[in-house]
T-cell receptor, first 114, second 113 residues
Framework: NAGVTQTPKFRVLKTGQSMTLLCAQD?????MYWYRQDPGMGLRLIHYSVGEGTTAKGEVPDGYNVSRLKKQNFLLGLESAAPSQTSVYFC?????????????FGSGTRLTVV | AQSVTQLDSQVPVFEEAPVELRCNYSSSVSVYLFWYVQYPNQGLQLLLK??????LVKGINGFEAEFNKSQTSFHLRKPSVHISDTAEYFCAVKASGTYKYIFGTGTRLKVLA
């Protein structure tokens, strides 16, 4: 059981380049989330999804887009990367927010924009 | 809106000593509270959670936390820490009826030999 898998694990981008981060979960979880982690700021929610075909904005959505075409996958896109987007990105999922299981996290993607 | 405050950014403690990591929250509705641990270069793992019932919650690796509604706190404790407990610890809150978990800024626990 792989849980939540994030690819790639590391990436260096030049300013203005685009890329997509993939999050895949094999637990049939309904809810999926993208967070960024920056020193001294904890985890901040970028976008989230409450089910296949749905997405919603979190606290810091600017500069990012997401898609959830399949229930098991949640993609995070950067159309034109900026140095301010240098961060560690975490994907998380949970089966049912009503029961409060807590999140299952992926191991993260470390992104550097130069 | 909900918020979480972890006042201590870093806590150094000697091996086998007790430790308390502080977490305070604010919310106008009922909340559920969580502690997560992040070891270096890894994702976050759930340590324990408070949903309802007994205010003292026991988690993995010998950690426990106490929910105090009057002080809006959910402090994490361990009576005797090990070197392997060195990690970053995050407190999180989820309000009843919402989809999102709000995280604190984290406390870095460093256990010294």
């Amino acid at each position: 059981n792989a849980g939540v898998t994030q690819t790639p694990k590391f990436r260096v981008l030049k300013t203005g380049q685009s890329m997509t981060l993939l999050c895949a979960q094999d637990m049939n979880h309904e809810y999926m989330y993208w967070y960024r982690q920056d020193p001294g700021m904890g985890l901040r929610l970028i976008h989230y999804s409450v089910g296949e075909g749905t997405t919603a904005k979190g606290e810091v959505p600017d500069g990012y887009n997401v898609s959830r075409l399949k229930k098991q996958n949640f993609l995070l896109g950067l159309e034109s990367a900026a140095p301010s987007q240098t961060s560690v990105y975490f994907c998380a999922s949970t089966p049912d927010v009503g029961v409060n299981y807590g999140y299952t996290f992926g191991s993260g993607t470390r992104l550097t924009v130069v | 809106a909900q918020s979480v405050t972890q006042l201590d950014s870093q806590v150094p403690v000697f091996e086998e000593a007790p430790v308390e990591l502080r977490c305070n929250y604010s919310s106008s509705v009922s909340v559920y509270l969580f502690w997560y641990v992040q070891y270096p270069n890894q994702g976050l793992q759930l340590l324990l959670k408070y949903l309802s019932g007994s205010t003292l919650v026991k988690g993995i690796n010998g950690f426990e936390a106490e929910f105090n509604k009057s002080q809006t706190s959910f402090h994490l404790r361990k009576p005797s820490v090990h070197i392997s407990d060195t990690a970053e610890y995050f407190c999180a809150v989820k309000a009843s009826g919402t989809y999102k978990y709000i995280f604190g800024t984290g406390t870095r626990l460093k256990v010294l030999a």
